[in-house]
């Protein structure tokens, strides 16, 4: 449909609340949505997911009738949002922020932190290499790549307003969401040093003393997917009620395991919320909430797409081994092979919160205190693929004279690394507005503590491989092919690695902050002025106990004879992560969006992100300027989402609408630390198409409705790369690759 300018105009008014004459279908589309909002049913003190903000209609131009109500879905939203801490609209919250109320995260297929990568420009989501519930979250370029205990994320994570500290478990399935919010770009004030990046915001539905409710979800698709979801809302009394959130998950994932052990990208999820809201007064409102995940999960193997042609330090010296045991393509495979028995991981995660605010006036007092615990155990398989059990990259049970050697005669154990942590949060606000709410004001203090750590331990294997004839001595490279193969599975030599480590952290953060708001006359209250301070301080400790040994093992046939240690000044260090100042960098960029109802039945809208981020200078131990070598590596020049929200039809028992959304997502540089490397871990951009088809407001009964709904995500069955590493022996680039094509429906029942 073709949208005129002056049509357009009037469109982009409504989004900025400016009076404009307006065509008939969008004049009565706005007129009754006002009419809506101040008639006597809506002002129910309720939180909606959007409420329609619009201009007053001139004398000369009553309003007119309108013989049907809109649908909810085509309306441009006004968002309530807790952005600053304290509710407020989404338009009059200075700072460039995304929120998601439950309906619309439906409509998006937002289901977990994971899935808000897509659907935020600028920002961007990947698993860690050797754990998938670990997120690694940048926004406009600044994040954290690694996921070490002693080391803070740059993107704040909020859940009810408590700060969770680690990145390790964020991507798992919560019960009862009903709202998230991503605030992009820094938010030290109000947040915190660990807000670089930005900060997101997870709320939960409280509970409502007024009714009885309840709703539940069932969502089927391809793959066995099967996710159930229940919420059961209890009036105890006029001042007291409960709420009882249960979720229950399964999938497979996209790539077989035609080897040993499990299926690569299964899962299985069980979770809970329970919430107590106690209004002893007018202005006393008590809330706690506890919250409690299990998770069974398999990560996906790295999937190998070019050989290795770069120096590999000591691995060079089983390389081609290696390439010879891996499956290399550009494409996404279905199957790979594990050698020793893929097994799975498991993540716990709990938390208690609770909430006092006590209204003053026209001031507020809050205090959230907030109690989790987690631990994550995450078991890799970085091998290459063909199931071979002559090369591993794995922390399975090992058995070889090495092994025995090192473990007091006996083979090493299965080890699978756990993270866990501890934490407590205090935090205490006053906020207020004065001066007809030309004033806004919030301080608070803030008090949080944590202990927690990764045990890899006991001693285990990491890495073995045979030291391939050509590497060993130039005149074996001339035996036939087939002999040289018998000589590596019974006479050469192997090169085994092991780990044995522990690492600590506790830690303690204290804290005091302050903003203040001012919204003059001028520009119609249009300007805000905000000027804000925090003071912190910091108590770190940690400690890192790491031992790792390398041995070369002299074997016959399937006997390992005996070993002879490798000295630490030819094997190196894997994984020594090193920190240091990179000096200095420059991040500019643009952010847009919009929404437009060209007619009564559809709104359109956009998102569009434009980032040009670069280091400015990292000076190495010669003095010389290498910035060229360190680029932000999530930092896409181009992202944006399109989407459209049509309402085909209206029936006397529903309606049927219609959503689709394209999200793009651009080109990330990646790591490059040498140049010869450069371009090795990028990732190229891409975009995905969802769409749903859905029968909503169905009436069953006097209180009941259901919904019914077909979604689709990658609907082109986009191959598409989540991340990329260029250190593995076998592969100077491989990935995890997005999800493909999945198709499912959604059955949503309400009882209210």
Do not use: C
């Not at 619309?104 to 519930?133: C, H, K, Q, Y």
């Not at 409690?292 to 081609?320: C, I, S, W």
């Amino acid at each position: 449909m073709k949208l005129a300018p002056q049509a357009l105009l009037e469109a982009l008014a409504v989004v900025l609340h400016t009076p404009v004459s307006a065509q008939d279908d969008l004049d009565a589309l706005l007129q009754d949505a006002a009419a809506e909002s101040a008639s006597p049913e809506a002002d129910t003190g309720e939180v909606h997911d959007a409420v329609i903000a619009v201009p007053e209609p001139t004398p000369a131009e009553p309003p007119r009738e309108v013989a049907r109500k809109p649908p909810r879905g085509r309306q441009l939203e006004e968002i309530v949002v807790t952005a600053q801490k304290k509710v407020s609209s989404l338009q009059d919250t200075p700072i460039s922020m995304e929120a998601f109320g439950a309906e619309t995260m439906a409509l998006r297929g937002i289901g977990g932190l994971e899935d808000l990568g897509a659907n935020v420009p600028s920002m961007v989501i990947e698993p860690f290499p050797l754990s998938s519930t670990t997120l690694r979250i940048s926004i406009r370029g600044v994040g954290v790549t690694d996921s070490q205990v002693t080391q803070d994320p740059a993107v704040g994570i909020y859940l009810d307003g408590v700060y969770l500290a680690r990145s390790v478990g964020l991507a798992l399935d919560l019960a009862d969401i009903e709202r998230m919010e991503v605030l992009r770009g820094p938010q030290g004030v109000l947040y915190g040093r660990n807000s670089t990046g930005g900060a997101i915001n997870i709320i939960t539905r409280r509970p409502d003393p007024s009714a009885f409710a309840m709703d539940h979800k069932l969502t089927l698709g391809e793959r066995n997917l099967w996710v159930g979801k229940s919420a059961f809302n209890l009036p105890l009394a006029d001042d007291f009620a409960a709420k009882l959130a249960l979720l229950v998950r399964r999938s497979d994932g996209f790539v077989e395991n035609t080897g040993a052990g499990r299926d690569f990208g299964d899962r299985a999820a069980l979770g809970g919320r329970f919430d107590l809201r106690w209004l002893p007064s007018d202005t006393l409102t008590v809330d706690y909430g506890y919250d409690v995940t299990d998770l069974e999960y398999v990560n996906y193997m790295f999937q190998a797409v070019l050989p290795p042609r770069t120096d590999h330090g000591l691995a060079e010296a089983f390389k081609p081994y290696a390439e010879a045991n891996t499956v290399y393509s550009h494409r996404r495979l279905h199957a790979l092979a594990s050698g020793a028995p893929m097994e799975a991981s498991d993540a716990q995660v709990s938390g208690h919160t609770l909430t006092i605010t006590q209204a003053l006036g026209a001031a507020e007092l809050k205090y959230i205190g907030g109690y989790r615990r987690l631990e994550d155990s995450q078991y890799p398989d970085l091998s290459g693929g063909k199931g071979d059990t002559g090369y591993r990259i794995d922390t399975n049970a090992y058995d070889s004279a090495a092994a025995r050697m090192i473990n007091g005669g006996e083979p090493t154990p299965l080890v699978i690394p756990t993270t866990f942590q501890d934490q407590w949060s205090h935090e205490l606000q006053i906020s207020g507005g004065a001066w007809d709410e030309r004033i806004n004001y919030i301080a608070g203090l803030y008090y949080f503590t944590e202990k927690g750590g990764e045990d890899g331990g006991p001693v285990h294997h990491i890495q073995s491989a045979t030291i391939d004839p050509q590497q060993s001595d130039p005149l074996l490279s001339l035996l036939p092919p087939m002999v040289r193969a018998q000589l590596q599975d019974d006479v050469l030599p192997r090169l085994s690695a092991y780990w044995d480590y522990r690492y600590g952290i506790e830690n303690r953060a204290y804290a005091a902050y302050g903003q203040l708001s001012l919204r003059p006359d001028w520009f119609d209250r249009s300007l805000n002025l905000t000027v804000g301070l925090r003071a912190s301080r910091d108590e770190r400790y940690a400690i890192k106990d790491f031992i790792q040994s390398q041995f070369v093992e002299v074997r016959l046939a399937d006997a390992s004879l005996f070993a002879v240690p490798v000295p630490g000044s030819i094997a190196g260090t894997i994984s020594d992560t090193k920190s240091r100042n990179a000096g200095k960098a420059r991040i500019t960029g643009l952010e847009l969006e919009g929404a437009f109802v060209p007619a009564v039945n559809l709104m359109l809208g956009f998102q569009y992100a434009y980032l040009d981020a670069e280091v400015l200078e990292v000076i190495d131990v010669d003095g010389n300027n290498v910035a060229h070598l360190y680029p932000f590596i999530s930092a896409p020049p181009h992202s944006g989402v399109l989407l459209a929200d049509w309402t085909a039809a209206h029936f006397g028992w529903g309606d049927l609408r219609a959503y689709a959304s394209w999200n793009y997502v651009g080109e990330r540089t990646g790591f490059v630390i040498v140049e010869e490397r450069r371009g090795l871990t990028a990732i190229e951009g891409y975009g995905l198409l969802n769409a749903r088809v859905m029968f909503d407001g169905l009436r069953l009964g006097n209180r009941g409705t259901l919904d019914l709904a077909l979604w689709g995500k990658n609907l082109l069955d986009e191959e598409y790369e989540l991340t990329a590493i260029d250190n593995l022996p076998q592969a100077d680039r491989a990935v995890v690759w997005g999800e493909p094509r999945a198709i499912g429906i959604d059955l949503v029942y309400r009882y209210e």
